[in-house]
């Protein structure tokens, strides 16, 4: 765990478990945090290399990635990204739909 002061950040790595209230359950190798400046609130959540969401959700939603998801809590959005030299997938699943996405080359 390292607080970036100057990032106003949190950065926790290795087999990290968070919780978010508004989205759901990270589960990730490095999670940064970020804190809104002067204000006791979290703008947003950073996922790197292997990751999933488990979102609170009555269908069992979950998002997976080995490269980069951002929950956006000012926006109330989420991007998620992988990376183009490992050529990874991104995997959005609940139990209505799986959908895979891949980059090509």
């Given amino acids: 765990m390292v607080w970036r002061n100057?990032?106003?950040a949190l950065l926790l790595t290795d087999n990290?478990?968070?919780i978010d209230s508004q989205f759901?359950?990270?589960l990730s190798d490095e999670v940064e945090i970020i804190k809104k400046l002067?204000?006791?609130a979290i703008?947003?959540?950073i996922s790197r290399k292997n990751?999933?969401?488990n979102f609170f959700s009555k269908n069992k939603?979950?998002?997976?990635?080995?490269g980069i998801i951002e929950l956006d809590h000012e926006k109330k959005q989420i991007s998620a990204f992988s990376l183009k030299k490992q050529n990874q997938e991104l995997i959005y699943e609940d139990s209505n739909v799986y959908i895979s996405?891949?980059?090509q080359n």
């Fill in 6 to 8: 100057f990032e106003n």
């Fill in 16 to 18: 990290v478990q968070v």
């Fill in 24 to 26: 759901g359950t990270i």
């Fill in 38 to 40: 002067k204000e006791n």
């Fill in 43 to 45: 703008r947003k959540i």
């Fill in 51 to 53: 990751t999933t969401i």
């Fill in 61 to 66: 939603a979950h998002l997976t990635t080995k």
């Fill in 101 to 103: 996405a891949k980059k």
